[in-house]
């Protein structure tokens, strides 16, 4: 993975690592293999299966994913299985779940053109999910009205008819203000709570203390601007609410989903056309990942692990003895793999040394561990961690089978070129290790119809999408129970059912209380600082860092000129930005659009600039995600002679195991 120039693209890894004498060196697929096997056998004869843990690939296919998960349950005998959804949207799906029974978003993109009002709260979809935003400037263009809640003015908010540009972390006394601004004005959908909700009264009492005024004072968002979101969401005949990671990468994110969630119930802006919920998913594939059940507490289909009847019916097909217990998050093996619970981990496209927040902790868990196996298309940083490295294919052209987008749509992708030089399909690699382990798979990467139909075999949310039929349809949402039906658009109609039978469970409203940022800013860390992304780069930067774009300019420090000056610095100026957990240094960049206090930076280039050096891991309790998006920092000019305070941790920090790297990539 080195990167020669500016212009050329990291390597693809071509041939199969082991650790010898703590070097990385070429090995032949077969001696790979055994190894990376051998550690799983050893793992379960010394340790038993609750000493593993997978990390499975949220840009690979639906059935790369399946088969991950089940190598886990049914090879290993764990569910201590998980993706990078962990680090960005379980709180959407831990909300929707409680409040809805399914953590899916509730409509389709059709219904966002057809809306009247749309709220995109903590995200910036014109820069991150730019499909997405074609479709809401569609409704912006036939006049529906556009409310941004971010605390930038960021190039999403240019187009929106009003932003409210709170206060970060302030979003639970945002939302309860609205809510308490609707109950007040008579916008409440009297029919909608008494129909299909519960706990309204609770609620309603709750947000009393929440007036215009006080709301105010603790988000900086007028008051005025505060009514009208409130009284044009209510008044909407299609209101959609739209969330991303400024809501759910907090301390308390799965509390901020559900103060969305209470708004849509007070409005009855839910399980009608045009009328939604809908956290926009991270990577191409997260959604998807989940579904197939690479999440620790549901099988495949969204089903319940806890219940006995699912997984019996799993174990009948699989022959296995899935455990009668939810496994361990991805915030919870990092923290196993301390504590010496967890010691053999199979990482499946994922680059936790450098997406984790403080990320020294996560590097020195990882080298800790007695077996590591990365499966990955580049020799990220946590690859170079490993005992032994896969090279895979790149799911999205070198593999078949089906993704699945945030409005639930499972789409076929198709295999447009073969993986370069040895590189082989995540799904056959999966299929050679379960074999040495002694179960007899041969599903094959270059048709994955064989899971597909597993799976739908397994699953009724998906089993009426065979691959003939998403062919000719373009795609279905789920569920899809049947072959010869579709189901509505959108989810949750049932709550508007007259007939209270078929209404099933109310939605409760949540009671939220305020809970500010979890690291204080004081007069050492003064200033806040909220991570986030760029049009122009991807993640961790493995799979855009090494190729050239007229728009990136590499990391920087984005302050707003005002604050700029009170620190003494001028546009491109280096500075040490410190937090209390490391210091790195990078330039600084202007932007008119933050307000004074806030500090923004991206972490898409930790190679140069690593930001999770000085995130904090604090994490949401149901969750696991971690307060990505609020760290106290200070910023300090840099003396002539280097950087000032403590030496910064330019995140290339001590790697106990670190690789000689010119001596595999060179
Ligand atoms: N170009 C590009 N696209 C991507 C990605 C990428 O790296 N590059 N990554 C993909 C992935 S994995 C994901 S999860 C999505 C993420 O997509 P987004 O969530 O839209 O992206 P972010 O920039 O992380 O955060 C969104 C916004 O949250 C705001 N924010 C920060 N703190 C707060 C707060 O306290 N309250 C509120 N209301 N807002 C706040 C930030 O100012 C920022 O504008 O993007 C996906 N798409
Ligand atoms: N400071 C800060 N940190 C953050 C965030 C933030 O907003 N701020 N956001 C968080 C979020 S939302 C996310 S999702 C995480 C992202 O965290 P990660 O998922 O750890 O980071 P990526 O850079 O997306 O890494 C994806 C990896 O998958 C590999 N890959 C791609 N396709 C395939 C394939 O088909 N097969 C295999 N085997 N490998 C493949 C790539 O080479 C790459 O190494 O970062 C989190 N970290
Ligand atoms: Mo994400």
């Known amino acids: ?47 038993g299966p609750e000493a593993f843990g ?14 991950a998960q089940k190598f886990t349950r049914a090879v290993m005998g764990t569910n201590n299985v998980d993706s990078c959804n962990r680090t960005c949207h379980a709180p959407s799906v831990a909300g929707l779940a409680r409040v809805f ?64 540009q709170l206060e970060v972390g302030t979003d639970i006394p945002l939302a309860n ?25 609770e609620f309603a009492a709750s947000v009393e203390p929440w007036t215009l005024e006080v709301a105010e004072q603790v988000t900086k968002v007028p008051a005025e601007l505060i009514k009208e979101l409130a009284h044009t969401y209510a008044r909407a005949d299609r209101g959609q609410m739209s969330w991303t990671l400024g809501i759910t990468e907090h301390h308390n994110g799965t509390d901020n989903v559900l103060s969305l969630i209470n708004l849509s119930l007070l409005a009855g802006q839910v399980g009608r056309y045009g009328a939604g919920l809908n956290p926009l998913r991270g990577q191409n594939n997260v959604q998807g990942g989940g579904d197939m059940g690479a999440i620790p507490d549901r099988m495949p289909g969204f089903q319940d692990i806890l219940d006995p009847a699912v997984r019996a019916k799993f174990d009948a097909v699989w022959g296995s003895h899935i455990p009668p217990h939810k496994g361990k998050n991805l915030t919870q093996m990092l923290e196993a793999m301390e504590d010496g619970l967890i ?29 590591l196996v990365v499966q990955d298309i580049f020799l990220t940083k946590t690859a170079q961690l490993a005992d032994v490295v896969l090279p895979a294919s790149a799911a999205w052209c070198e593999s078949d089978g089906t993704f699945t987008n ?60 065979s691959y003939e039929r998403l062919e000719e349809l373009g795609g279905i949402q789920w569920p899809c129970y049947s072959e010869d039906a579709l189901e509505p658009s959108f989810l949750h109609a049932r709550l508007w059912a007259e007939d209270p039978a078929e209404r099933g469970r109310p939605a409760p409203f949540t009671v939220l209380r305020h809970s500010p940022p979890v690291d204080v800013l004081d007069d050492e860390f003064p200033l806040r600082l909220t991570t986030g992304r760029r049009l122009d780069s991807y993640n961790t930067g493995v ?19 005002a604050d700029a000056a009170l620190l003494g610095v001028v546009e491109d100026e280096m500075v040490q930005v410190s937090s209390r957990r490391g210091a790195i240094v990078a330039p600084v960049r202007i932007d008119e659009g933050l307000r004074p206090g806030l500090a923004f930076m991206t972490f898409h280039f930790p190679d140069e600039v690593d930001v999770n050096v000085i995130t904090i ?32 941790r330019l995140g290339s920090g001590a790697r106990p195991r670190k690789t000689q790297l010119d001596a595999v990539a060179g």
């Open 1 to 47: 993975m080195k990167r020669r120039k500016d212009t050329t693209p990291y390597a693809r890894l071509t041939e199969p690592l082991v650790r010898d004498s703590g070097v990385l060196r070429p090995a032949t697929w077969e001696e790979a293999l055994d190894r990376a096997a051998a550690g799983f056998r050893r793992t379960l004869e010394t340790k």
């Open 54 to 67: 997978m990390f499975s690939c949220a840009r690979a296919t639906n059935e790369m994913n399946f088969v």
């Open 101 to 164: 029974d399914s953590g899916g978003g509730t409509s389709s993109y059709a219904e966002i053109e057809d809306a009247d009002v749309i709220v995109i709260w903590g995200g910036n979809p014109r820069e991150a999910h730019p499909i997405f935003f074609q479709h809401v400037l569609k409704a912006v263009h036939k006049g529906a009205k556009l409310f941004v809640v971010d605390p930038r003015q960021t190039s999403t908010a240019k187009w929106a008819h009003r932003q409210l």
């Open 177 to 201: 203000a609205i809510a308490r601004e609707i109950i007040h004005s008579g916008l409440a959908n009297t029919t909608f709570i008494e129909r299909a909700t519960e706990g309204y009264e």
């Open 343 to 371: 010691t053999c981990v199979y990482v499946i496209g994922e680059n936790p040394v450098q997406s984790e927040a403080d990320c020294e902790h996560t590097i020195k868990r990882l080298s800790n561990i007695e077996h």
């Open 406 to 465: 945030s409005e639930r749509r499972v789409q076929r992708v198709r295999k447009a070129v073969n993986p370069p030089g040895g590189a082989r399909d995540d799904i056959e690699l999966l299929c050679e290790l379960a074999r040495r382990l002694g179960h007899d798979w041969h599903y094959s990467g270059d048709d994955g119809r064989e899971v597909w139909d597993e799976l739908r075999s397994l699953s009724p949310i998906h089993a009426g999408m």
């Open 543 to 561: 799979q855009s860092g090494g190729f050239p774009s007229p728009r990136r300019r590499g990391e920087t420090l984005d302050l707003c000129s």
């Open 617 to 648: 891991e604090a994490t949401d309790p149901v969750a696991g995600t971690a307060e990505y998006k609020a760290a106290a920092i200070r910023v300090d000019k840099l003396p002539s002679g280097g950087p000032a305070g403590p030496a910064p």
